[in-house]
């Protein structure tokens, strides 16, 4: 079974608006929940984080909403800008050792 | 800031060669390091788990024998893979970790391809 799990798979929305990308989780001991960016030929970049004690956490144009109770979380991307055009992971954690489990990944493309 | 770099960005072998990548940290102390491959459909698998003067912890599928890894201080890690095969191929990612802190910085990647 898929512990962490991404919808949808591709994404296209308009220059300005708002995207939403999806992730929920199946082990109740994650607490750490990490969005990576990554364009082709490159490798993921950490874009912003949460932490399961938080509902929200914002920075700029990103903005995460957790919901522990239902195991979901999802990235609001306002003001959706052709660079922003990437796939985008999910990834989650339990413990303090490094080891993330992903998503299999959203591709946003932001149309001008 | 946090920079990890990995070399070589693409390697290509033949089958049943092997090959070397190596992974460094810049800017931090890299107290853990964690390999995975991101296959061609995009998707990740841990493949590792080294932190410095502790066991390195492979996941289930892959082992030492195959993947062997050093990680000798806080800024360098290399991992080879050994008698590589079409299975084998997809892009080669290093994480790096400080010390109790979370977030996991991410190499370019190296691209391996197998003939």
């Known amino acids: 079974q898929q512990q962490v799990r991404q919808s949808p798979q591709s994404l296209t929305v308009w220059e300005g608006e708002t995207a939403i990308l999806n992730c929920s989780y199946e082990?109740?001991?994650?607490?750490?929940f990490p969005w990576y960016q990554q364009f082709p030929g490159e490798g993921p970049a950490l874009l912003i984080s949460i932490r399961s004690v938080s509902d929200k956490k914002e920075d700029g144009r990103f903005t995460i909403f957790f919901n522990k109770r239902e195991k979901k979380l999802s990235l609001h991307i306002t003001d959706s800008q052709p660079g922003d055009s990437a796939t985008y992971f999910c990834?989650?954690?339990?413990?303090?050792?490094?080891?993330?489990?992903f998503g299999d990944g959203t591709v946003l493309t932001v149309k001008p | 800031g946090a920079l990890v770099y990995q070399y070589p960005r693409r390697t290509i072998c033949k089958s049943g060669t092997s090959m070397r990548m190596e992974c460094q940290a810049v800017?931090?102390?890299?107290?853990?390091v964690a390999w995975y491959r991101q296959s061609p459909q995009k998707t990740f698998e841990l493949i590792a788990l080294?932190?410095?003067?502790?066991?390195?912890?492979?996941e289930q599928n892959f082992t030492q024998e195959k993947f062997p890894i050093s990680h000798p201080n806080l800024s360098f890690s290399s991992m080879t893979v050994l008698n590589a095969y079409l299975e084998d191929r997809g892009l080669y990612l290093c994480?790096?970790?400080?010390?109790?802190?979370?977030?996991?910085?991410f190499g370019p990647g190296t691209r391996l391809t197998v003939l």
């Open positions: 082990d109740s001991t994650f607490n750490y």
């Open positions: 800017g931090f102390q890299a107290t853990s």
């Open positions: 994480g790096a970790r400080r010390h109790n802190y979370a977030e996991q910085f």
């Open positions: 080294s932190t410095v003067n502790s066991a390195i912890k492979y």
């Open positions: 990834a989650a954690s339990g413990d303090n050792t490094g080891k993330l489990t």
